[in-house]
């Protein structure tokens, strides 16, 4: 199984990225995708997550209103859309597979990304 994340860089504040997490070994229609991150000192925490079916989406309270996640099943691939960045997104950002969104437990993880958000 191979997470692949990418479409990490150096950003300003107020500025957009957009994640990708590119799957494959796995059935990916039955595996909800999570992006968590984790900055310098930091410990890792989740930023969001999208169900297998896409229906269901969740987000950290630090990243509503700005983050957006979707997926397509076809292409096994999950985006994660950054928009009005600021200094404390940065950090590197990793996509993982798990059952439910809900569950702890993470199945897979992918190699991280890293985002930097400065002026």
């Known amino acids: 199984v191979q997470l692949q994340a990418s479409g990490g860089g150096l950003v300003q504040p107020g500025g957009s990225l957009k994640l990708s997490c590119a799957a494959s070994?796995?059935?990916?229609?039955?595996?909800?995708i999570g992006w968590f991150r984790q900055a310098p000192g930091k410990e890792r925490e989740g930023v969001s997550c999208?169900?297998?079916?896409?229906?269901?989406?969740y987000f950290a309270d630090s990243v509503k209103g700005r983050f957006t996640i979707s997926r397509d099943n076809a292409e096994k691939i999950v985006y994660l859309q950054m928009s009005g960045l600021e200094p404390d997104d940065t950090a590197v950002y990793y996509c993982?597979?798990?059952?439910?969104?809900?569950?702890?437990?993470?199945?897979?993880w992918g190699q991280g990304t890293q985002v930097t958000v400065s002026s």
């Open positions: 993982a597979a798990k059952i439910l969104c809900f569950r702890d437990y993470v199945d897979w």
């Open positions: 070994g796995l059935n990916f229609n039955e595996y909800a």
């Open positions: 999208i169900s297998a079916s896409g229906q269901s989406t």
